[in-house]
């Protein structure tokens, strides 16, 4: 049939959705409101001018536009539908997405008499979507914005009709749930307020616990600015707990400065108190306050125990803290024991091990019998360790029976050995001692034990100014003591070779860096160089008039020295006076050499002329005199 066709449209009802202008309904009928997103749409088709009788499809499409634009949403369609007396009726449902709030019109496409269900004549006009009055009625208050809706006119109550918050909700039992049902999906509940301004802290966040009076009897709350804390806790309106910035949480102190730190209490009493409590106060507990530990068992006394099930026990193991029992510490003593010390029966008496053992008795202060050492000191009097043959080893110490180190001494330098004083060394070659001696970076270890200082690789000083220079050699192993090893004196004071340079005598308190003699030092020169790296100072004043020059014409001489290890650096405005000193110089002599060029460059040229002017009028050879 020809495809000519007019057409009147109708509009259903929906609830809560798009439906037609209600200015475009014609003959529409009640119908019952739809639940969801589907709605009713009734029209009315009519065929060379009077009314379609018959089956008829359709096709449904939204658009942007009145005209053109872009489709939005699902294209829908409706096959062998029955029209009589050209009215028909259909349910449409593209979905919330599409009406997001912006303007949609709605094109309607026929097909008579039922065919294919696919060719349509597109019809004309297309017809503008908009709400009837009272689906306009049902969004007030309310706003929509895309798939957003909002609410700025007042306040929100649920369970009551005069909210006094923005969201008021009451009931018997009120909740808020805040539920993530997606796999790792996370609530948040996010208080958000203005940033500090100035020196004020301001509260950006508050959760408050209050009572039927709104007199909040407890807060959590997070401040910015000056002395803020992004985490705290408030009792009746005082601040008792916070967590600062960097995770440290304060008890009774709103600036905590460890991670916890208690602040406030009363002092530890059998009968209660104490800072901080551990345990049931009727039964077994530990009170702690600002300068005491405390054992409690329901207000009695109770036994503080240590490391019950072992590990060792260390009382200021790397400090000078003094310990009592049963008194306070007194004087210098490390431990300060009331009365008497009793170990291992009624005898004051300390065993060590099963070779022998302490036996404090009258007449001497300490007895140490079954073993290699025995103390005699009457009060008053010293100890002495005394080694019967020069230089060597005094005392050697051992970690787990290996060599660790010792004290030895050395004509009138006693030298503690790897910890203090001087430093383990090897070289192949013996040196005098005095000798200045570098770094070599080769390495040794004395023994494979975990408790090895490294034994330094050295040899002789050859280069002035040398930043790896590690001290001056003291002594070579000692042949009695298989574990020693060569020394190199580093800290402290003791003797260095120093050898003359023109640059004067020493005197105390002169820097001294190494020079270009082997093993050798030198005054520190400051105008060769505008870092020196300073390895002792000199100790005793030393006049060079007075030293006799070896066969090569230098002095040296074994001076006292103090062993140091700094860089010197030069005066920075002086050095830059000088390179412009020296820049200007350099460029007035340019100058002068580039004048003395120009000058000689001139003479050359008369010369030249004179040769020529001499040449030209020169006589032809006749044979004769002239």
């Excluded at 005082?238 to 002092?267: F, N, Q, R, W």
């Excluded at 005098?432 to 090895?452: D, I, Q, S």
């Excluded at 082997?518 to 007075?546: K, N, Y």
Aim: overall charge negative.
């Amino acid at each position: 049939m020809p495809r000519s066709h007019t057409f009147v449209a109708c509009a259903g009802l929906m609830l809560g959705a798009v439906i037609l202008p209600a200015s475009l309904v014609r003959e529409a009928t009640a119908a019952p409101l739809p639940a969801g997103t589907a709605f009713t749409y009734q029209g009315k088709l009519a065929n060379a001018g009077g009314p379609y009788n018959g089956l008829a499809s359709f096709r449904f499409r939204l658009f942007n536009a009145a005209s053109g634009g872009t489709q939005v949403g699902s294209t829908l369609t409706a096959c062998d539908v029955t029209v009589v007396d050209g009215v028909f009726t259909v349910n449409l449902d593209f979905g919330a997405t599409p009406f997001d709030g912006a303007d949609r019109w709605l094109e309607i496409g026929a097909q008579t008499a039922a065919g294919n269900c696919t060719t349509f004549d597109t019809l004309s006009p297309r017809q503008a979507v908009n709400t009837v009055p009272y689906a306009i009625r049902s969004l007030a208050p309310w706003a929509t914005n895309g798939t957003a809706i909002s609410y700025s006119g007042g306040r929100v109550g649920i369970g009551v009709t005069a909210p006094t918050a923005d969201l008021d909700i009451v009931n018997d039992n009120a909740s808020l749930r805040l539920l993530s049902d997606a796999t790792s999906g996370t609530s948040t509940l996010t208080l958000q307020g203005a940033g500090a301004s100035g020196l004020t802290a301001n509260v950006v966040g508050s959760l408050d616990f209050s009572d039927g009076a709104a007199t909040p009897a407890a807060s959590i709350f997070s401040t910015r600015g000056l002395l803020a804390n992004p985490l705290a806790f408030a009792v009746n309106g005082a601040t008792e707990m916070s967590i600062d910035s960097a995770g440290e949480v304060g008890i009774g102190t709103t600036l905590p400065a460890a991670k916890l730190h208690v602040d406030g209490g009363t002092d530890s009493g059998l009968g209660g108190g104490g800072f901080l409590v551990l345990g049931a106060t009727n039964n077994l507990n530990l009170s702690l306050d600002n300068n005491e530990i405390m054992a409690r068992s329901n207000g009695a006394a109770s036994t503080l125990t240590l490391n019950n099930d072992g590990g060792n026990v260390a009382i200021c193991p790397q400090g000078i803290g003094r310990t009592g029992i049963g008194t306070a510490p007194t004087g210098a003593a490390v431990l300060t024991v009331f009365d008497s010390l009793w170990i291992n029966g009624t005898q004051p008496r300390l065993d060590i091990g099963t070779d022998g053992f302490i036996l404090m008795s009258e007449g001497a202060d300490i007895v140490l019998t079954n073993g290699g050492l025995e103390v005699n000191t009457p009060s008053g009097g010293n100890t002495f360790f005394n080694r019967t043959f020069p230089d060597g080893t005094l005392i050697s110490f051992k970690n787990n029976g290996t060599s660790a180190g010792g004290i030895s001494v050395f004509g009138t330098t006693v030298s503690y050995n790897t910890f203090t004083g001087s430093h383990h060394a090897w070289i192949d070659e013996k040196l005098e001692p005095g000798t200045l001696v570098t770094l070599t970076g080769v390495n040794r270890k004395a023994h494979e034990g975990p408790y090895c200082e490294p034994v330094y690789g050295i040899a002789p000083t050859s280069k002035a100014n040398d930043p790896s220079v590690m001290g001056s050699y003291l002594a070579a192993p000692d042949a009695s003591d298989a574990g020693s090893q060569h020394l190199v004196a580093a800290v402290g004071n003791g003797e260095m070779w120093v050898v003359d340079t023109g640059r004067g005598d020493l005197a105390a308190g002169d820097y001294l860096i190494s020079s270009d003699v082997a093993g050798c030092a030198m005054l520190d020169d400051t105008e060769r160089f505008a870092v020196g790296h300073v390895v002792a100072r000199v100790a005793e004043p030393i006049r060079w008039s007075s030293v006799r020059s070896a066969a090569d014409g230098t002095r040296r001489a074994l001076v006292s020295v103090f062993f140091e290890s700094f860089d010197r650096h030069g005066d920075a405005h002086m050095v830059a006076e000088s390179i412009d000193a020296l820049r200007a110089e350099n460029a007035s002599l340019r100058a002068e050499n580039d004048a003395m060029r120009a000058e000689q460059d001139e003479l050359r040229h008369r010369l030249d002329a004179i040769e020529r002017m001499l040449r030209d009028v020169a006589p032809q050879s006749t044979g004769g005199r002239r």
